[in-house]
């Protein structure tokens, strides 16, 4: 596969997951508070009707009843009976040979990308214009025996500009921004891309993903000695 | 993939540009004009040319180029009603045609500089927005790095943010953007400078019980959440069901118990609650199913 058709399958992909995304969340976030039952899968209008579940709005970025990367034509997005539909390349076909994931569109976007199978444009009007990369890990560090989150700048800013978080999503400042997991699942901080575009958050691990210590959890441990006084 | 042909994106890509090539030439093709159909459009356009929206638009607008050429529209009407009484149709068809075109292009125009300069404003308040967060974190990462360059970096920095609010205060937010720009490449290429290849651990601290308490009830939160979540998605053997509806009831009356000592000032007797609480639902939610590490 080319380099061009790379990117046109990139941004098909990464445009029908937001367009899903977008069309279900309108209106739609879910509450936490009372006994109601969690919204994890929210059917929009297309679904409702139907056809397919194409533009189904999931938290864990899964398709109940639907295949992944299945033909255009039956993908609930493009219209079936336009004779140019039937020209476009299946997903499936375009993700052939990238690094699996088990979620989304079953492609891990992060290793294709470092396998070099892709070449995203950082610009629209310049091919050439390189992604600004920042190499900066932060480690936030939660209590309990639950692994501390590692964020790596250099991995987002491979695909976003630093002004696409910051500073509407995240405060770039020490103790400036609350993060729950709570208000991740409801679509908040993180939860803003991963569960709708990037890796849900149904395994733990890829954040969650620096083991303590154990004198750490010593520290951690006498850090609260008040909750014993 | 065996459906995969190199050829069928090829196939997509001609077909595309063959439609492209061929649009304009059909779009071309005149239906002829007869004085029947000639004269309606006379009249239609007439009526776009005298007290239509698109003259409002144009006669608002102030803009000299638009009123000139909405006076050879209405020239171009005259002359095509005239040639209609006369009998040549075709040349009316024409200049009538030309008419609407100049009107179009007009109010387009008009509508665009509209729009682009709505959306250069809205983009030049959320780029100053996010370059003066950069200046402040630049600041701060240089004074915690003790570098004796970043003064004189933030002084250049504030330096392009004045210009660019002296441009936009003349509304020239296209010309006040590049300069954010700037400033913004500036901003963030000196923090990365400070910043690459660092390890940064955002320690738990608390400076009060109370402080605590309140993290501890937005943890306590979510794993109410997650354990709801994770029972959407796993569906647990029914002898397992009534024991996690029993932990779920349990942690719930630690969390009551929880709030009703932290409303009486007892924090830390309210954390131990809390702590219990959720490590209750922790232990409830492997039992879904769902692998927690720790």
Request: a neutral charge; glycine letters at 8%; hydrophobic letters at 40%.
């Amino acid at each position: 596969m080319t380099d061009r058709a790379s990117i046109i399958a990139v941004l098909s992909a990464l445009a029908i997951a937001a367009g899903g995304a977008a069309l279900g969340t309108a209106g739609q976030v879910p509450q936490p508070a009372g006994d109601a039952p969690i919204i994890i899968a929210q059917a929009t209008g297309a679904q409702a009707t139907g056809p397919s579940a194409a533009n189904t709005f999931n938290r864990l970025m899964k398709r109940p009843g639907s295949e992944p990367n299945i033909q255009p034509s039956k993908d609930g997005i493009h219209d079936p009976a336009n004779p140019g539909t039937a020209l476009l390349q299946w997903p499936s076909e375009a993700f052939a040979g990238f690094p699996r994931t088990n979620d989304g569109n079953r492609v891990d976007w992060v290793k294709t990308l470092a396998a070099g199978l892709i070449r995203p444009w950082t610009e629209l009007e310049d091919p050439e214009a390189e992604p600004f990369l920042m190499d900066l890990t932060i480690v936030r560090q939660v209590k309990g025996s639950m692994p501390n989150v590692v964020y790596p700048h250099l991995e987002h800013t491979q695909w976003l500009d630093c002004t696409n978080c910051h500073d509407e999503i995240f405060v770039p400042e020490k103790g400036a921004n609350q993060i729950s997991m709570a208000g991740i699942l409801l679509g908040q901080k993180c939860g803003i891309c991963h569960g709708r575009v990037a890796f849900p958050i149904s395994d733990c691990r890829r954040c969650h993903s620096q083991p303590k210590t154990a004198e750490e959890l010593r520290q951690l441990s006498e850090k609260s000695s008040w909750a014993k006084q | 993939m065996s459906k995969f042909s190199p050829f069928r994106s090829l196939l997509a890509i001609t077909a595309a540009a063959l439609l492209a090539v061929s649009w304009p030439a059909a779009a071309q093709q005149r239906v002829p004009a007869d004085p029947a159909t000639t004269g309606q459009k006379a009249e239609f356009i007439g009526n776009l040319v005298t007290r239509s929206v698109s003259v409002s638009r144009i006669e608002g607008s102030g803009d000299a180029a638009a009123m000139a050429s909405l006076a050879e529209a209405r020239t171009l009407v005259d002359r095509a009603r005239a040639d209609l009484k006369r009998g040549a149709v075709e040349a009316a068809d024409d200049k009538l045609d030309q008419a609407l075109a100049l009107v179009n292009s007009e109010v387009r125009r008009l509508s665009g500089d509209e729009v682009r300069g709505a959306h250069e404003q809205e983009m030049y308040h959320r780029r100053l927005k996010a370059v003066n967060t950069f200046l402040a974190t630049y600041q701060r990462v240089a004074k915690e790095s003790n570098s004796r360059a970043a003064a004189r970096r933030a002084e250049a920095i504030r330096t392009l943010i004045g210009k660019a609010e002296d441009q936009a205060r003349g509304g020239r937010h296209d010309q006040a953007l590049e300069l954010l720009d700037d400033a913004y490449v500036i901003a963030r290429g000196d923090i990365r400078e400070l910043r690459q290849g660092k390890t940064l651990t955002r320690t738990l601290d608390f400076a009060t019980a109370g402080e605590e308490y309140d993290y501890e009830l937005g943890r306590n939160r979510s794993h109410f959440l997650l354990l709801r979540f994770a029972l959407s998605e796993k569906t647990p053997a029914g002898s397992v069901v009534g024991r996690i509806e029993s932990n779920r009831k349990k942690a719930e009356e630690l969390r009551g118990a929880a709030e009703k000592r932290a409303a009486a000032d007892g924090y830390p007797d309210a954390i131990d609650l809390l702590n219990q609480s959720t490590d209750l639902l922790l232990k409830t939610i492997r039992m879904s199913g769902i692998f927690v590490p720790g």
